[in-house]
């Protein structure tokens, strides 16, 4: 049944890289394309060696090199990953999963060759379905859905970056709420967490082991819309494993307080 649900979230990821899924030809007039890489390497030469698999399917602006590069280095790809060098995005893409066979490689053939028995856990998959979502203000977010990790131990997260599209710039919550504004804003999404868990208090909360290590904290994903921000909480970050990613929706008329040009 697993096997059954990832091969449909990719399906739906694969999708979204192409039309629909939130994408679009154009975001602010400037023209959006994708990229996409899929390739399987072996880890030796054996018969039955273990196999890494690569899906990249990245979206990216046509002419906007410097937006593309704080982009790739956000956060989106891992940084051993990411090529040295500008490279024009489709070899770039191609870069990348290069890298990402090689510290494979790197990592595991000794490994594999004193242990040719359980050559299944070292298969590794590296899976990126990119989207490219319209913000308020000629801003957008760039989405990657990550599937990545060897053998059975490997999960699905998001990874959500904000930017001013004319300028590259990353937007952080610092830039969007007023100083001081961390406390109130964790008041409000701990409460719509109560909600969610069914919890009366932040005490309860925490013995359902939400927010039970570290006590709330604000994500750094977060999708900016015209209406509302969009806070998103890895699998197991600040919840069991059977919560699932969690996402929060916080709407601008609830914050309006806290956000700075209001």
Not at 170 to 190: A, M
Request: aromatic content about 10%; charged content about 25%; hydrophobic content about 35%.
């Amino acid at each position: 049944m697993r096997t059954l649900i990832l091969s449909l979230v990719a399906v739906f990821f694969l999708t979204s890289c192409g039309e629909g899924g939130g994408n679009s030809d154009k975001i602010c007039g400037f023209e959006v394309d994708s990229t996409v890489v899929d390739t399987v390497a072996a880890l030796t030469d054996d018969t039955h060696s273990p196999h890494c698999e690569i899906h990249l399917c990245l979206r990216y602006f046509r002419g906007l090199r410097r937006l593309n590069d704080a982009m790739a280095s956000s956060g989106i790809i891992l940084p051993e990953y990411i090529p040295k060098g500008r490279l024009p995005f489709d070899r770039y893409a191609q870069s990348i999963a290069q890298n990402c066979i090689n510290g494979w490689r790197e990592q595991f053939v000794r490994l594999y060759k004193s242990d040719l028995s359980n050559a299944d856990q070292y298969n590794y998959t590296y899976k990126v379905y990119s989207e490219t979502l319209q913000g308020p203000d000629s801003t957008f977010c760039y989405v990657a859905h990550i599937l990545s990790g060897n053998a059975d131990n490997r999960q699905w997260h998001t990874v959500a970056r904000n930017f001013h599209l004319p300028t590259a710039r990353h937007i952080t919550l610092d830039d969007i709420f007023v100083p001081g504004y961390n406390n109130g804003l964790l008041r409000i999404i701990t409460q719509k967490m109560m909600e969610r868990f069914d919890a009366r208090s932040e005490h309860e909360l925490g013995e359902k082991g939400v927010f039970a290590n570290d006590g709330p904290y604000l994500p750094d994903n977060f999708i900016l819309q015209d209406h509302r921000i969009v806070f998103i909480y890895a699998p197991e970050e600040v919840a069991p494993r059977d919560a699932g990613e969690l996402r929060i929706a916080v709407g601008k008329k609830e914050i309006k307080h806290l956000l700075k040009n209001q």
